[in-house]
């Protein structure tokens, strides 16, 4: 495709950002091409940055998409957020809103190690309140 065929759907300062868009219209079937993306860093805005081309048809779908609102709920675990922060998260909804229901104490015996773990360990109930799902830890 020339860029005489093509109309600009969207304007970056950096090719990570362009290179982002560009993978979204490609997942929804949208061909595009980055112009100047070989221009990354301090030289973008004299060449008035990295450009997002699209077909002229596919312009008003490009641009819904890339304005689209990708927020993520904050109380629901995403992807990108590292699982082993210590955050109690269900298993079944990745929802935050939990309950601890019971505790069941481990028996440790007559030893020293088994009364220490009889005071320390055991096992926790949880409840998730958005879905209902019980789980032990």
């Known amino acids: 495709m020339s860029e005489a065929d093509m109309v600009q759907a969207g304007n970056y ?4 950002q362009a290179e982002l868009a560009k993978s979204i219209l490609t ?3 949208i061909d595009s091409e980055l112009f100047n993306g070989k221009i990354d860093g301090y030289y973008n805005n004299a060449v008035g940055g990295i450009r997002l081309m699209v077909k002229r048809e596919d312009l008003e779908t490009a641009k819904e998409a890339l304005s689209a609102d990708m927020s993520v709920d904050e109380e629901i675990v995403t992807l990108g957020e590292e699982i082993g922060d210590g955050k109690i998260y269900c298993s079944a909804c990745h929802s935050k809103k939990i309950e601890e229901k019971s505790i069941t104490r481990a028996e440790g015996g007559n030893t020293i190690i088994g009364k220490v773990k009889s ?8 409840r998730c309140l958005d879905c209902g799902n019980t789980w032990k830890n």
Not at 13 to 16: C, P
């Open 27 to 29: 997942g929804l079937g």
């Open 119 to 126: 005071m320390f360990a055991g096992t926790i109930e949880y």
């Open 13 to 16: 300062s950096h090719l990570i």
